[in-house]
């Protein structure tokens, strides 16, 4: 603190005179420093003039904790190294004198003989410094230091307020040899007297210093604010704004080339602001609303979210507030689309389930068994009715549904592994109530994905039994309509009959009139001749369509049609027709065995008639499935090389009475066949070329 | 002794029997006109009856008489007591299954309405076949 300056010597003869004058020109010397460096200079110069050979200041290093001379007078530089010391040397009477803080009179130690007055000196002061005095702190080293109600260490000479180090001096001064005791006591109420004077101005130096320092700290503070993106406005408690960093001017300070709008705006943003600052005071902790404010110089709208807290002096008393703004703008655009994504999400999530119920109520009221199973051939969905067949997973007490769990997954191994898209194929499986076997017709398809591979397949099982009963129902019906059928011609039978017998004599005795009638009875007897032979031919026909029908179930067709063959085996080769016969393998029919007899009895004759110089007759059968795998048809083919059928009866040739074979034919032959065929559910079809021959295609449903 | 195989209508003797009295009238009156001596029976018994005490040269019977199918009783007589005896069967089951049949088996069968020409053709073929049994019998 203080630079060694070592004054020149006062003529001596002077300085005694001016003693008297000197105490109080001391004080007044002292009070002419301005500076704490000044102080000792001034002293170490009053000593001397008072009379002291020499003096000089000792200072203490806290840092080093080294003592080491400052101020001097009269002392010449190797002089001085001597007192070149340390804090910890307590036998150096300048150290000890320090520590003790009370003036000694080290005497005798040196080589000179010379005796040295110690006084040490610290900084005491009477009043508190400004700071401890405004927080009301009794802390202050000074006060501390004067009233000695704590002997401080000499390491603890710091302000605890402010954190200053405070200074510590031994000022040493020579003795003459028999230098008084009044003078000594002269000599130590100058020391004081400086020290008053050192403390004051130390005192103001250090507020100097303080506020330097808080200088500092507020450019600090403010470079910081400066640097801040993000608006920083400080007011106080009036809403009055005290600071505000340069984010924040372009929003509330109007800035020079500006259009009026612009300024409009900035006027604006301050009242919006003002109004959240208010809104914001009111709650005395820390809060934060929302503001939108405009930027001038994009000229766009921004959105803040302003955050505020309170300020408030070291004793508690509100002295303002302090805003940093965000810009949220960003945040919450992006805040909102995700809520819009969000929404249009749900939205989705929404019409996805709505599509599902759907399906699951699709599915539901299918009325069918359905599986769904995923690329590996593992079952994924099972509607209502296929958990009955099937079981759910962990159902594996039934045997039926463990048996139809492995024939379900054999199928869906080989239909999701094959190459085929769709595929329908019978599947027998066991009802679990009663144990039987029932029959599904299981169509399946898949399912590709976005690559073309499978992704799932889906298979639906129809239950044929259902259909087998409706096909059982249609063919009671039509068992019945051959009853009804059966049962005309029995009728028709019955009734020529017993025509028959009356007819046969009535015959008779036309046959036997000729001869026995006039001459004038001849064309009369003519038109009986005529009308009997009509009536016989019609009772003929009508005793033809008698049959007796037995039985009605499941048969052979080939059986019937060897049968047949063999029955009029004699006549064909009589007629020299060379039978073909080219029978396929046939699941068997259900109907009436008897009325297929006559049906291909009807038709071997009609084809012996057409070959009356012989010819070929083949019959045909084959069976023809179905692509479900189960319904299919029987076909039969009956073609000879005959005569042929003429085209104008051969539209009306199945017609009753209708006959290509004149009076033999009976013209109900193939009315009855195809009575017979549609009573089967079956369809007959002719085609016939004169002189060529004929052919007849029997066709009938058959269920496997 | 007669040669059997002279066919003199003179003394070709046949039986037909049926059950509507107007047809057999008719008949006989037909057949006796062609030159045949005939003899009928309205039931299988008569039928049977005379059969057993004659022997005839062509028995004509239909099925049908007293009850159906009792014709064959009488054919049964026939063949058991007069065999060789060429019978021709008078039916109403005009069908193709029996035609065939009969034709398979070589019997002579007769749908009514009969056609007399096809009567007496039936007749004609029935006399021409050989009576070896009637041989036998009348000798």
């Keep these: 603190m203080a630079t060694p300056l070592l004054r020149k010597v006062l003529d001596p003869a002077a300085s005694l005179e001016r003693r008297k004058s000197a105490r109080d020109s001391t004080a007044l010397r002292l009070l002419s420093a301005e500076r704490s460096e000044e102080i000792f200079p001034i002293l170490l110069e009053e000593i001397v003039a008072i009379g002291f050979p020499r003096a000089f200041v000792l200072q203490v290093d806290f840092e080093t904790g080294e003592i080491r001379p400052g101020a001097a007078l009269n002392c010449s530089s190797s002089y001085l190294q001597k007192f070149h010391s340390t804090l910890w040397a307590s036998e150096n009477p300048t150290v000890s004198a320090l520590h003790n803080l009370k003036p000694a009179i080290a005497g005798s130690a040196n080589s000179h003989g010379e005796r040295l007055y110690c006084h040490p000196l610290i900084y005491r002061n009477r009043t508190l410094c400004w700071?401890?005095?405004?927080?009301?702190?009794?802390?202050?080293?000074?006060?501390?230091?004067?009233?000695?109600?704590?002997?401080?260490?000499?390491?603890?000479?710091?302000?605890?307020?402010?954190?200053?180090?405070?200074?510590?001096?031994?000022v040493v001064v020579q003795l003459r040899r028999g230098a008084s005791k009044g003078k000594v006591r002269e000599l130590s109420s100058i020391i004081e007297l400086a020290s008053r004077y050192l403390a004051r101005l130390f005192k103001v130096e250090h507020y100097f210093n303080r506020m330097r320092d808080m200088d500092v700290t507020i450019s600090q503070m403010h470079t910081v604010m400066e640097s801040m993106a993000d608006p920083v406005i400080l007011t106080d408690t009036h809403h009055r704004v005290v600071m505000l960093n340069k984010a924040a001017e372009r929003f509330l300070k109007v800035p020079e080339s500006v259009s009026e709008g612009g300024a409009h705006a900035v006027e604006f943003n301050n009242l919006l602001f003002s109004a959240a600052l208010s809104s914001m005071s009111v709650s005395g902790t820390e809060s934060h609303r929302d503001l939108t404010l405009v930027d001038v110089s994009e000229g766009e709208e921004v959105l803040f979210e302003a955050v505020s807290a309170p300020t408030s002096t070291s004793d508690g008393v509100r002295s303002g507030i302090v805003t940093v703004m965000r810009d949220v703008t960003d945040l919450r655009r992006a805040d909102q689309e995700v809520r819009a994504n969000l929404g249009k999400l749900r939205d989705t999530e929404e019409i996805v389930r709505q599509e599902r119920d759907r399906l699951n109520l699709v599915i539901e009221n299918v009325g069918d068994p359905i599986v769904v199973a995923d690329s590996a051939a593992k079952v994924v969905l099972f509607d209502p009715l296929a958990k009955d067949l099937f079981g759910m997973a962990d159902a594996a007490k039934h045997p039926a549904l463990v048996r139809n769990q492995a024939k379900l997954d054999a199928y869906l191994t080989a239909f999701t592994f094959s190459f085929s898209d769709k595929q329908n194929k019978p599947l027998r499986l066991y009802h679990p109530g009663t144990n039987a076997e029932v029959e599904y017709a299981a169509r399946s398809g898949k399912i590709y994905n976005a690559r073309g591979q499978v992704s799932f397949t889906v298979t639906v099982l129809r239950d044929l039994s259902a259909w087998k009963k409706l096909e059982q129902l249609q063919l009671e019906r039509r068992m019945l309509e051959m009853e009804k059928f059966a049962a005309t011609g029995r009728l028709a039978g019955t009734i020529a009959h017993e025509i028959n017998n009356p007819l046969e004599a009535i015959k008779n005795a036309i046959y036997l009139l000729p001869g026995k009638l006039k001459p004038k009875g001849e064309p009369v007897y003519d038109i009986l001749q005529t009308e009997m032979e009509r009536v016989t031919r019609i009772v003929r026909q009508m005793l033809g369509l008698y049959r007796n029908t037995?039985?009605?179930?499941?048969?052979?067709?080939?059986?019937?049609?060897?049968?047949?063959?063999?029955l009029f085996a004699r006549q064909l080769s009589n007629s020299n027709v060379k039978v073909e016969r080219q029978l396929g393998t046939l699941p068997p029919l259900v109907g009436s065995a008897d009325q297929f007899r006559q049906v291909f009895s009807n038709m071997v004759v009609n084809a012996r008639d057409s070959m009356a110089q012989g010819g070929r007759l083949v019959l045909r059968t084959r069976h023809l499935r179905a692509t479900d795998g189960v319904h299919g048809r029987i076909m039969v083919v009956i073609a000879d090389t005959g005569c042929g059928i003429p085209p104008d009866i051969a539209a009306s040739i199945f017609e009753p009475f209708v006959s290509s074979k004149g009076e033999k034919g009976t013209g109900l032959g193939l009315w009855i066949v195809r009575g017979i065929v549609e009573n089967h559910g079956g369809s007959i079809r002719m085609r016939s070329r004169p002189g060529r021959g004929t052919a007849f295609k029997l066709s009938f449903p058959v269920v496997r | 002794m007669v040669a059997a195989s002279m066919t003199a209508k003179s003394k070709s003797r046949m039986l037909v029997v049926d059950d509507e009295n107007s047809v057999?009238?008719?008949?006989?009156?037909?057949?006796?006109?062609?030159?045949?001596?005939?003899?009928?029976?309205?039931?299988?018994?008569?039928?049977?009856?005379?059969?057993?005490?004659?022997?005839?040269?062509?028995?004509?019977?239909?099925?049908?008489?007293?009850?159906?199918?009792?014709?064959?009783?009488?054919?049964?007589?026939?063949?058991?007591?007069?065999?060789?005896?060429?019978?021709?069967?008078?039916?109403?089951?005009?069908?193709e299954d029996v035609i065939a049949r009969a034709e398979n088996e070589g019997i002579a069968v007769l749908f009514k309405p009969i056609d007399v020409a096809d009567l007496f053709q039936a007749i004609e073929d029935a006399l021409r076949k050989p009576h070896a049994s009637k041989k036998q019998a009348s000798q």
Excluded at chain 2, 32 to 42: F, P, S
Excluded at chain 2, 61 to 90: A, H, I, M, W
Aim: hydrophobic residues 35%; negative net charge.
């Design chain 1, 550 to 566: 037995e039985h009605v179930g499941p048969f052979d067709v080939n059986a019937v049609v060897e049968d047949t063959l063999t």
């Design chain 2, 24 to 95: 057999l009238f008719t008949y006989r009156m037909i057949l006796e006109e062609k030159g045949y001596t005939v003899d009928t029976a309205l039931t299988s018994q008569e039928a049977i009856e005379m059969v057993t005490s004659q022997a005839y040269d062509v028995v004509l019977c239909d099925l049908s008489l007293e009850q159906n199918l009792t014709g064959y009783d009488v054919f049964d007589k026939v063949r058991g007591s007069r065999p060789g005896t060429p019978c021709v069967r008078l039916t109403g089951y005009a069908n």
């Design chain 1, 131 to 170: 700071e401890a005095e405004r927080e009301r702190r009794h802390d202050c080293l000074a006060v501390q230091n004067f009233h000695g109600r704590r002997k401080l260490q000499l390491q603890d000479q710091v302000c605890t307020t402010c954190n200053m180090r405070a200074y510590a001096n031994v």
